[in-house]
């Protein structure tokens, strides 16, 4: 009752605001997600079908927003929670293994066994330039994987930049969790050279939920440095090296057992693009290094205390060449390939008083898997006439792992398995995209597509991962079978004068889908856990749904956005699937003169009451809630300065999301203050 009170107020106060607010442009449809392009050619890429982008301008309605914060908002995004820093992030339904994450077009793999550090987490917001979501894993040289993907694209130094030092800093402080934050841009661009340096720190303390109660063990720190050189030492070449450090400190993770007292990120590379009359050569050589060490000494009554370090490094190189073939065909060939090692133990410390005797344990988690992983994709962008173009692209990977750990192939052989064998898996995808412009202002499309993927470190070779969702040790297979999955799209874009319209439905078959199931002739390991799920493949699931976004004016000076998404899964047995989000309406109402922006927010989320129960899910109420914004310029020190400041959480709703583990109510109101200054 009390939240159809709230929905109904939040609906009420968006339709009065109709006559104020606003900040979103319509969505960026072509990404220069090469920003160095501007000082050769203008042409961007272009994302054709089923994908949605957004570059840094679109979503940064706010200062001081955190890239959780920012991928929340996108189309078909939700966010996995398990306290108040690094949510993972989903794509209709799903995750991890499902989706692949890049930074830059470079494969980065967590290093934490309970998926407590996503990809995602090593990008800190204010050295985005753009996120690129597509449900095509084969656009942007990615794994092979059966939802799609993420990538992450960092700024870039900028040649020829308007000043040659150019750059901001800001400072912001946030009520709610004591936020402290810090940020600083600095960009240097001649005509050959262009150096840029990228900082950013934030520390927060426990947040307060709705109506006042502390969330304990929801505080972090982090500190995220990134620097990118370019150099052009011809009209036609660049070479491009970056480096990204990222450190995170005692980061508090109120559903699960156990806390971070350190994660660290170190991720660079190597570039060279080349352009030819008619043909671009890309080729990039990049490594990442990332620790993550999780403690429960924080934590107040712990049976028994555990040390869990994990790490995982990974280096690659790919090469990406574009050419035309006549008029009407452009060819995009690219040969990646991979290395990864994975490994991540536990020390277990007994401290039973009345037996002091009991040694302390060790156990292998990830047991030192090393994967090869060598893919060829080819696309071909066929303009079949002036209406109607078909992207059709085929990848092919060979990917082989095994176990390097002696310790981690007997503790196999306790449970019956054979760790000496790799596991080999070759992975087909397919993907073709029909695009026809009706007319001026409407574009249908149609997708079509096959994918397949090898299971992750853990499902493959976790050894009794304790998940605090559903209170099970999981167990992988080396054998699994790879996952497969058809996948269709269907929609259309409509656009006239600034409004734009876009629809998408899709459907997800999948089969031999992977998914931990009880199996009762195994004990539980962690003290108090329910027994042991097993990594399985069972016969067949699907997800279905669809997305709506309106971007329009109303009343010619206010902007007005309308995103609407919703998603269903089942398994075989027409159980619902994990972590499957309902349905989503978010509005935004902006509004600007000169540089004075305003913007109002209204999310509201149906109850979820299809919980899949024996992943411990329970039903989700509905919730709305309410953020203001407001950004300003003023004078400071004659430079030009801003200031913004917001509410969220405006009704300090206490609410969860059903994707939220364990229930975790997220943070109450909270005002934001933020200042800052460019030069
Ligand atoms: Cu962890």
Redo the contacts with the bound molecule.
Sequence with gaps: MKNLIQITIIVTIGMFLHSYGYTQESTAKIIINDSLKSAIDLEGVIIIGDSTSSKTEDFKSVEGQRTDEIIEDLQGVNIIRRGNYAAEPTFRGMSSGQLSMTIDGMKIFG???????PVSSYVSSNNLESITVSSNNNHACQGSNIGGGFDFQTKQAQFNSHKEISGSAGIGYQTNGNGRLADFNVNYGDSAWALNLNANYQKFDNYKAGGGQTIKYTQFEKVNFALSSNWMPSNTEILKAQFIYDDAYNVG?PA?P?D?SF?GGRIYSLSYKKYFTNSTLFLKAYGNNIT?I?DDTKREFVPMHMD?P?KSDTYGVFAKSEFNIGERHQILINPDYYYNVSFADMKMYPNDPNRPEEPVMYMITWPDVRRHSGSLLIQDRFTINSQTELKYSGKIEYVTSKIFSEFGIQQLEVIGKDGNIPSTYILGNGNAVLTYQMNKSTQLFGQIGYAERQPTVSEGFGYYLFNSMDGYDYIGIPDLRKETALKTSIGFNWQKDKTVLETKIYHYQFQDYIIGIVDSTYDGMTIGSNGVKVYENIPSASISGFEVKLNTTLFKTVRFQNQTQFTYGIDHQNNPLQMIPPLQNASKFGYSYKQVKIQLEAVIAAMQNNPRIDAGETTTPSYGIINISGQAPIKLLQQSTSISVSINNLFDSNYWDHLDWNSIPRPGRSFIVNLRMRF
């Design positions: 290093a934490c066994t309970d998926k407590m550090d993770y699960l156990m971070v994660a993550h999780m869990m994990g």
